[in-house]
């Protein structure tokens, strides 16, 4: 049976690293007797092979390399050793009372912004309710006497209960 | 003599993960050629292939005590080694291009036109083979420079001996595809 060039090619590819069958060998070898687009491909990839060859003067790190490596172990167990300080079983409740923390203190804000921003609470700054009661009586004057508007301010001064 | 130098791999990587540090060096020693040599035709720059070396035997260092004897050392070791240069290009993936230009031009310009042709030659090659995927290219590698047979590879990439052929087949189609019209063109 004839071989097809894409068969052909995945079988050079085996056969540059001695992976063919004698069989399959004779076979490839008769389609590329026959077929001089492979025997290019397979000249290509003696080619390319040859093009990608690493120079062996770059195949050996510095002679600092042992020492990086050390500082950088050394680095990581200082690390290690700091968290050691703080064992595994104690971890969890460290979590808990952080967030327990975390709620505490929202919770105080909370409290405090509230204090800060409510008009109605003894203490609170006069000027701003004048201003409002201001705000208000002037927003409405001009309104049309069955607008919103009116009905609002009529029920602000008290003629609506 | 040094008592750690008669060590089979297997030993030293135990005292390793007991930590000692004397036999971790002793191991590193031995490996540190090979595991270079493979980074540096991975990412095919110095500085970072000796980065990568570092972050490996890092690894070796941290993880020896994972070692269960299942497969030999050196297929352990080519497996971490592999995982890391695959990690490292999948994180540099969205990093903007290396520049491997500034080193080569000051050769380059310092060297006669032979020498900057080679240097040119070696900047289209790098190019295209840090264009092939990933495992392709670490597959190629494995084959055509770590001389590691189908059977190794499956066993370091975690993959079978078919898809180590197939990744092999297409490293060399897309290489091809991609110098072709470089060598065309009298570029190579």
């Known amino acids: 049976m004839k071989m097809r060039c894409k068969k052909a090619r995945k079988n050079i590819s085996l056969a540059i690293d001695s992976r063919l069958q004698p069989t399959v060998l004779e076979r490839l070898q008769a389609h590329m007797r026959a077929c001089p687009a492979c025997r290019n491909w397979q000249d290509e ?8 060859k690493t120079p062996q003067a770059l195949q050996q790190p510095s002679p600092a390399f042992y020492a990086v490596l050390q500082d950088k172990i050394n680095e990581s167990q200082a690390r290690k050793r700091l968290f050691a300080l703080y064992p595994t079983s104690l971890r969890p409740a460290m ?58 301010e009529r029920l602000l001064q008290g003629e609506l209960r | 003599m040094d008592e750690n130098a008669e060590k ?18 002793e191991l590193v020693g031995r490996y540190q050629g090979k595991v270079f040599g493979l980074a540096y035709r991975y990412v095919r720059d110095r500085q970072d292939a000796e980065e990568l070396a570092q972050e490996i035997f890092f690894k070796v260092w941290k993880y020896a005590r994972t070692f ?28 903007p291009e290396p520049l491997p230009l500034l080193g080569d031009f000051a050769t380059a310009t310092a060297a006669v036109g032979t020498e900057i042709l080679i240097q040119e030659r070696r900047i289209l090659v790098n190019k295209a083979l840090n264009a092939l995927p990933a495992r392709q290219k670490m597959a190629l590698i494995l084959a055509n ?19 180590v052929e197939t990744l092999l087949f297409r490293a060399r189609q897309n290489l091809a595809v991609f110098l072709r019209p470089l060598k065309n063109k009298g570029e190579l």
């Open chain 1, 45 to 52: 990839q003696f080619w390319l092979l040859d093009l990608i």
């Open chain 2, 145 to 163: 420079f770590e001389g590691k047979s189908y059977e190794e590879i499956a066993a370091i990439m975690e993959i079978s001996v078919a898809a």
């Open chain 2, 8 to 25: 089979a791999d297997d030993e030293l990587l135990a005292l390793t993960a007991a930590g000692d540090e004397v036999a971790f060096c």
């Open chain 1, 95 to 152: 979590l808990r009372a952080a967030i327990f923390l975390l709620f505490v203190f929202s919770a105080l804000f909370g409290i405090f912004l509230g204090g800060r921003l409510d008009t109605a609470a003894p203490g609170a700054d006069a000027s701003l309710s004048a201003f409002s009661q201001a705000l208000n009586l002037e927003t409405f004057a001009d309104l049309p006497a069955d607008s919103f508007g009116a009905v609002y």
């Open chain 2, 68 to 95: 269960k004897g299942r497969s030999a050392f050196g297929t352990w070791l080519y497996r971490l080694a592999v995982n890391t240069c695959l990690n490292d290009r999948q994180k540099k993936k969205n990093d």
